[in-house]
């Protein structure tokens, strides 16, 4: 293989590797899902004031529906633009102030848990066709558990002057509602991505074709 080949072949990929409108609109979109989600009207249960809403249910099905890169990217430009001012966070607040109170370590984890269970969803995707409800439930509850709640006990415990143990237990309220909104987020991306295999399906395969060839 000469070095014209090898260029090309390059060249090849990283324009395929490169978002387009359609990406760009995506993320766009999810980005407003999730912020739509932030906005219906939360019950602050655990006893620190951070509210439950249906934010994780967008988050991980951003993530399994976008993949890695997508996924945080839709989710970080919704934590952009709700640290920048704009009033998307959940009870209509907004700014750098979020940062100091109780909800900042879900606030932080929203985005990295995207790109997370984006990861997965590859994964299944590439190595699975069954089951793949059950593996996203899984992928989501994994990554919710080891992400949004580790680093959300964190932030309750940082900003609230709480011990661990109690930003822990009032966590904990927070599981039940969590495992539904994984089941609904699992069963929504494979649905979505029978519909619109072209958003990910179709480009994982793609993908893994090409590192076989190359």
Known sequence: MNSTDTTTKTSKRTERRRWNGTDLGLIAVFAALVAGAALVPGLALNGFGVPITFQTLAVMLTGLVLGPARGFAAVGLYTLLGLAGLPIFSQGRSGLGILAGPSAGYIIAFPIAAAVVGWLATLVIRRTTRARALW???????????????????????????TLEQAFVSDLVFYPGDIVKNVLAAAIAVALHRAFPDVLVRRVRRRALSAASA
Not at 136 to 152: E, K, P, Q, R, Y
Not at 155 to 161: E, F, P
């Open 136 to 162: 996203f439930f899984l992928a989501a509850t994994v990554t919710s558990i080891v992400f949004v709640h580790t680093l959300g006990v964190v932030g309750i415990a940082v900003n609230s002057k709480a």
